[in-house]
């Protein structure tokens, strides 16, 4: 296929946390949000006169002294992290929010705090942390409300001046979902036999929604949208199946880039720093206030294995099968990275369920933080690969 | 053979390869006739107990309860070297965990579907989880709050340090990771392997004590509330617990959580029930204020693994509900207190005041006698004894019910471990300071649980912190459940490592430096 | 009297004849020592049990 006229911009902006458009927006007097986790509403840290930045750590090299701090037994994420932030990579962001999502993301915040590794000089920064809700109900819904309200509208309103009205909230969804309703529609195209959109592209573009202002980079993604439109798919489709990647924290479209190398087109991506759910737009209605229904939508959709009540579990590895079966995949991909406690419960189970209840092929991996160099996990994505065709080729892609 | 404490060289009694010791200790005439008329109550505890048919069919049903024969071991372990008042602490304190632990096995295999299955008494059972409070069942003085994985997992490790090997290994087939933390894991294996009893009206699992608590809970419900079709209530504790805009979610998860059990039991919530638990509480609290006072003095009586054990027992199990508990309060204090005004010492020498800090080893639960015989290191207190102290209402007026939902609400949320391993640096790492000089201590043994993430997390300001300080920090690595990761000679030899080359120093009982008891129970 | 004192006399030796032996099991382990070697035949009937092993 013809290279997208944007790739490489797209592709630039993950090159640092702190990229030429959240520069610009700096620049213009807007103040950056860090946050981490999608369990934190990314609407509410893109009020006007604000814009999010979720943190990474691309081009990751060695975490010596994260890895002091947080022993090597904590996963890679939080340990690039946080040793970027020594480096002085985060001195970009005027405040950092986060939820206590897992226990490692929180300790990782907080050693930031503890060292006085981000915000430094800047008078009003500040470091929130967030209870979040467990379960999705009522209770937890007043907690979820109640959480945004003391540990993210507030502190932007004291601290920066910033408006956290209903209106001010209306407008930051308006705009989040003109990003999620193109990601989308891009999106989309992974459904047909021979897409006009690799796995690894569409990666790279979801996830610069999520580190660059949105406001900055709309035109390009509308491009981008009108150019696959017409873009004319390669006459012979070079993958041999179609996966789904289902996991935890993916901020590294190489391990997309890995998987599609195997032969394995990723056509749907159930990942925290995917599409599914986190592109989902927010549809609101003009009764209830808007912060309490942005609330309600991130605890429903919701797909973090923190969320612990049965419905919730249930609910989960049927999105997963749901997704499978919407973008036609032969098989699915859990990916965990190591010492992740969370997923390696979840990728345990999903996997056994998938497999067992919807009749799936699965492969279960853990994975380090970045993935490009991994020969280990290469082989096995190979391996699976091979092992799904030869199924599809007996005609049994749904007997597991 | 010896009256006198520390005169014996208390490794002479290990063998090498064995599961047991060659003997049990001379401790003069009083102190041995003592010990050995508190092992024939444990023999009788355990002979009631083998007498009846369903228990002796649970024997041979569930694996785990092959570690239930070494039950007077596990006392040994724990009186090691004790005298005097210090050894009938101990007992008071062990006795009593082991007539609770028997009768929870005895109740689970009544109601056990596969073995007595009772099942009127059933309808009655509420379960549990083994890192839960159970304060939510205060007012429930008519139904039994039984937990599955305190004799199968938590208990079993106690008594066999090997106990959780088979579980972990089993969980690990299935795909779980062999990083996480093995306790949730040997839980979850427990589950998988079909090992756990089946019964009950219904189950409240609760998030603490971590996110694979939280998780591995989830491998337990499937199978629980999905084919054994006992419902499950997922009672969800904050974890910021000290901040009080997470208080009104706490107190609605408890009332959430009363209402389920009402309903799937039909029994009502009993006030009067609730106070008299919440004034036990209350005494229990008063008690352990006492003894860390003590412990802050020259001559701490209540401490170590006496404290450690009972404190987790009394605290989080059986949180005001058992009578005996109180009446075990009662006779520690005035032990500790005719200790303290005889000036007594439980071992020949203090050498150094330690807090010890983090996740203690479970499979080495006596680690903190060995510190002492061996170092003359005193356990003044742990980070799991160092929970709530607040006082809960305990006076039934209509205020103080409302009042007993938050307070039933925070004694969950403090949880022991979690209480500091959860909400916030400050309670994990800057109290420990506090403490440090409130016991005026010249040494933190920082327990190192290499597969628990918030401690780990913590590991660089540990040090940092130490440094400034200018406090000897002890680092000491362990899997918690998994002696095969790092074994118990393997956690002294951390010890004896520092006190030899930082401390110089020798020890005090030679014998106990390098002990053969990697095959021991 | 004689035969009150005679069977006092024999509870007196039924007593001190269990106290020697439950002290000899006691000073010398051998309650563990029995429990020890009955374990490993317990492990072997529980690997020969049948479980519906699943997740």
Known sequence: MKDLKHLIFFEDLLQEANNKLVQQAQEEGNVCVAYICENTPEP???????????????????????????????????????????????????????????????????????????????????????????????????????????????????????????????????EHNRVCEIIRAMGEFRKAENPVITGYEFSVITLATYVAPKYLILDKLEETLEELKTREPDEKNPFRVRVEVVGSETDDPDLIKLIEESGAYVCADRYCYGSFPGRDPIVLNDEEDALTQICRIYMQRGQCPRYMNTEKMIARRQYVADLAKEYRADGIIYQQMKFCDPWAYEKMLGSHILREDFGYPVLAVDRPYAVAGSGQLRTRVQAFVESVELKKIQGGAQNG | MAKEIGKDRLGDFYKEGSKVRKRREWRGVKDTLYDYSRWLKIMMTLGKFVVKPRNVKAMLRYRWMANYLAVPMMVDRHT?????????????????????????????????????????????????????????????????????????????VLLNQHAAEHYLDVAAEFGLATDVCPMPAAEAGVSIDDDAPVLGACAIQCNTTCDGSLLGNGVISKRLELEDGVPVFQLAAPLRHREDDVQEYAAQEIRGAIAFVEKHTGVKWDWKAYFECAKRVNYATACRQEWLDMNRTDYPQVFGSNLALYTETNYMAICGRVE?????????????????????????????????????????????????????????????????????????????????????????????????????????????????????????????????????????????????????????????????????????????????????????????????????? | MKKTLKIFLKLLGVLLMLFTGTFLIYIFNLDMKLTAAVEPWLLKHYDRIDRDRHL
Request: with cysteine.
């Open chain 1, 44 to 174: 509410l840290l893109n009020l006007p006169g604000t814009f999010s930045a979720r943190l990474r750590a691309p081009r990751t090299g060695s975490f010596d002294i994260a890895t002091y701090y947080l022993t090597s037994f904590l996963c890679e994420y939080s340990r690039a992290l946080l040793e970027r932030a020594i480096e002085g990579g985060y001195n970009f962001a005027d405040c950092v929010i986060t939820p206590d999502g897992c226990s490692m993301m929180n300790r990782c915040v907080e050693n930031m705090e503890l060292l006085k590794a981000v915000g430094k000089d800047k008078e009003h920064f500040f470091y929130e942390y967030m209870e979040i809700p467990m379960k999705s109900d009522d209770n937890g819904l007043n907690l979820y409300t109640l959480q945004c309200e003391n540990h993210i509208l507030k502190p932007l309103r004291e601290h920066y001046g910033i408006d956290t009205s209903d209106r001010a909230i209306r407008m930051a969804v308006a």
């Open chain 2, 80 to 156: 090691q070297g004790l005298r005097g008042e210090y050894l009938r602490m101990c007992h008071v304190e062990q006795d009593l965990i082991i007539d609770d632990v028997a009768k929870l096995l005895d109740n689970l295999f009544r109601g056990d579907r596969r073995i007595g299955n009772d099942t009127e008494f059933s309808k009655k059972v509420v379960l549990v989880d083994e890192n839960e409070m159970t304060a939510v069942m205060m007012g429930f003085p008519t139904l039994k709050c039984l937990s599955r994985e305190t004799p199968s997992t938590y208990v079993s």
């Open chain 2, 324 to 521: 005996d508990f109180e009446k075990a309060d009662r006779k520690l204090t005035k032990l500790a207190n005719q200790a303290y005004e005889k000036r007594m010492r439980a071992a020949k020498e203090y050498r150094h005041r330690a807090i010890v800090w983090g996740v203690q080893s479970h499979f080495y639960m006596d680690f903190l006698v060995w510190l002492l015989n061996c170092w003359g290191i005193v356990p003044l207190t742990d980070m799991l004894s160092m929970v709530s102290t607040k006082r809960i209402a305990e006076e039934d007026t209509p205020e103080n019910r409302e009042q007993a939902i938050y307070d039933m609400a925070w004694l969950t949320e403090n949880m022991i471990m979690r209480n500091r391993t959860h909400g916030g640096y400050k309670v994990l790492l800057d109290e420990l300071w506090e403490f440090t000089e409130q016991f005026n201590a010249d040494m933190v043994i920082l327990w190192e649980h290499i597969n628990c993430k918030a401690l780990d997390g913590m590991h660089g300001m540990f040090e940092d912190r130490a440094r400034e300080l200018g406090i000897h920090l002890v680092w000491v690595d362990h899997d918690l459940f998994d002696p095969r990761i790092i074994s118990r000679q393997g956690v002294r030899d951390q010890i004896n490592l520092y006190m030899r080359t930082v401390m110089r120093e020798e020890p005090i009982d030679p014998s106990l430096e390098v002990l053969p008891d990697d095959e021991s129970w």
